[in-house]
């Protein structure tokens, strides 16, 4: 129950990281929230799926050990996601001409 209360404060700050870089390029607030937070919980649960599957979904000691190594793996997941999609936007953002820029022509 712990892991998983720490799974949830966790996908909700990653959600939250997600809305600020909606923010700064004027994106969807809520697809950009919703984007973070469900993908840090489905690469969890798709990892301890897989661990389920791979050993029969037997209960033994390193369950509490890939459950833990489950937070860390959907953490990094989104991280990599995170970067990826800010390189996206900056680049589409820089293609975009400013108000200056039209001024100027």
């Not at 833990?68 to 990599?80: K, N, P, T």
């Amino acid at each position: 129950m712990f892991n998983f209360l720490i799974q949830i404060i966790i996908s909700l700050f990653i959600g939250w990281s997600f809305v600020f870089l909606a923010k700064k390029y004027q994106k969807s607030q809520v697809f950009y929230f919703c984007i973070g937070f469900f993908g840090c919980l489905c690469n969890r649960i798709g990892y301890l799926l897989m661990y389920g599957l791979i050993t029969d979904f037997s209960v033994t000691q390193d369950l509490d050990i890939h459950r833990d190594l489950s937070i860390i793996f959907s953490v990094i997941i989104c991280y990599v996601l995170f970067r990826l999609m800010k390189n996206k936007l900056q680049k589409n953002n820089s293609e975009v001409p400013t108000i200056d820029d039209i001024g100027k022509e």
